[in-house]
Nanobody, 116 residues
Framework: QVQLVESGGGLVQPGGSLRLSCAAS????????MAWYRQAAGKQRELVAF???????NYPDSVKGRFTISRDNAKNTVYLEMNGLKSEDTAVYYC??????????WGQGTQVTVSS
């Protein structure tokens, strides 16, 4: 079974940057659609970014231009580069793994706190 290990969360000042990593076990990474979601306190979990097997990406307006998702298939790792962080970005960030029509697999989440 695929397992996801996230890292890179922490406390950062407004306007700062942070890079999240999600390492996936197994050998299906290259055919999986990977995504980052986040859930702020008292809010619904929302999509932050996704990247397809072909490298296509998509972002909601809230993070577009500030966040960048990328993947390294050789390392079975997906990244989320976050720049120009705002307090509104404070949330638990979750890595998401999906192959075909199967149920998604989630990481345990990593806390990102943007505060001065």
């Amino acid at each position: 079974q695929v397992q996801l290990v996230e890292s890179g969360g922490g406390l950062v000042q407004p306007g700062g940057s942070l890079r999240l990593s999600c390492a996936a076990s197994g050998r299906l990474f290259s055919i999986a659609t990977m995504a980052w979601y986040r859930q702020a306190a008292g809010k619904q979990r929302e999509l932050v970014a996704f990247i397809t097997t072909g490298g296509s990406t998509n972002y909601p307006d809230s993070v577009k231009g500030r966040f960048t998702i990328s993947r390294d298939n050789a390392k079975n790792t997906v990244y989320l580069e976050m720049n120009g962080l705002k307090s509104e970005d404070t949330a638990v960030y979750y890595c998401n793994f999906r192959v075909g029509g199967s149920a998604p697999i989630w990481g345990q989440g990593t806390q990102v706190t943007v505060s001065s």
